[in-house]
């Protein structure tokens, strides 16, 4: 466990109280991080702050400024800018209780880890955390921290508690302006069987270890290579992504291939259909067959 918590408090539910310490249960995942160079001479490009007219300035003249018009700030210095950051208060109370699968998951933000504080919280502590579970429900309270305040959530998890911050209303585009355009025909039964179908195999137990960053990976290989006067070898991959004129597929078919069955049985309602198709294109590429077939050429060929 980090010897440092991100914050220290109490979580307060009406006349309890439980006192608890948060940490990250996140961190940021390896990145590669590229700094411009100028070649001819291998040395790095540095970077000044300049005022255009007046040229380079010093750092101790630079102030934070508000656009409120083109060209026109407001200015704002570092003690006015703390003056109005919340003082970070040392108890989040649980105002609200939700089902679990209420809020939407687009909202949820940032994880941290809850646990109690010392042995005496630690009753307390699995009532709530147990409740919570039992109940199926998400508490929610408003946190403030470094000088922000956050919508927050506790849920049971494990042995422990998570506390999630939650993106205000404000903050999430409305999910209409995207999906307006889309219909809202019922999909065909025996087409949305067998997709059930492919979900169903190739579900299993979530294991985060089995993804990584392939882009990374390949850009460290790239890295080591060229430390060693090598060149990394970027071979083409056979076959190619479908554009969009490629994409007219037989759905039913391709389904079924993905689960293994049979491509060209076609099933009693839906695959009739589906599979109704292919002679008409059969018969519209018959004309050109038979005229290769009238040149004597072609023909012994």
Same mark, same amino acid.
Do not use: C
């Given at each position: 466990?980090? $010897?440092?918590?991100?914050?220290?408090?109490? %979580?307060?539910? $009406?006349? @309890?109280? &439980?006192? @608890?310490? &948060?940490? +990250? $249960?996140?961190? +940021? /995942?390896?990145? %590669? $991080?590229?700094?411009?160079?100028?070649?001819? +001479?291998? *040395?790095? %490009?540095? !970077?000044?702050?300049? @005022?255009? /007219?007046?040229?380079?300035?010093?750092?101790?003249?630079? @102030? *934070?400024? !508000?656009? !409120?018009a083109k060209g026109e700030y407001v200015l704002l210095d570092e003690e006015e800018i703390e003056g109005v950051k919340l003082e970070s208060k040392k108890t989040l109370e649980l105002t609200q209780f939700v089902d679990s699968d209420e809020i939407d998951m687009i909202y949820f933000e940032k994880p941290y880890y809850v646990v109690p504080a010392d042995d005496l919280a630690e009753e307390a502590f699995v009532v709530l955390r147990e409740a919570l579970r039992r109940s199926r429900k998400i508490g929610l309270g408003q946190l403030a921290m470094r000088g922000r305040e956050y919508v927050v959530s506790i849920k049971a998890c494990g042995r422990g508690m998570v506390m999630e911050t939650l993106r205000y209303a404000d903050e999430v585009n409305k999910a209409a302006s995207y999906f307006r355009d889309i219909g809202d025909a019922e999909p065909d039964e025996d087409l949305l069987d067998l997709a059930t179908t492919l979900i169903d195999k190739k579900s299993g137990k979530f294991d985060a270890s089995e993804f990584h960053d392939r882009y990374i990976d390949a850009l460290k290989e790239l890295i080591e290579r060229k430390k060693k006067g090598k060149t990394l070898n970027i071979e083409a991959e056979e076959g190619r992504a479908p554009s969009r004129g490629d994409n007219v597929i037989d759905l039913m078919a391709a389904l079924k291939r993905s689960i293994g069955g049979s491509a060209g049985g076609a099933s009693k309602s839906g695959g009739g259909r589906s599979t109704a198709k292919a002679p008409a294109k059969t018969a519209a590429k018959r004309p050109p067959a038979r005229k290769a077939a009238k040149t004597p050429a072609r023909k012994t060929a």
């Open positions: 466990m980090p $010897a440092r918590p991100y914050w220290r408090g109490q %979580i307060r539910l $009406a006349l @309890v109280s &439980i006192p @608890v310490e &948060i940490y +990250s $249960a996140t961190k +940021s /995942g390896a990145t %590669i $991080a590229f700094n411009q160079i100028h070649e001819p +001479s291998g *040395k790095r %490009i540095k !970077y000044e702050k300049i @005022v255009p /007219g007046i040229g380079p300035v010093n750092v101790d003249d630079i @102030v *934070k400024g !508000y656009e !409120y």
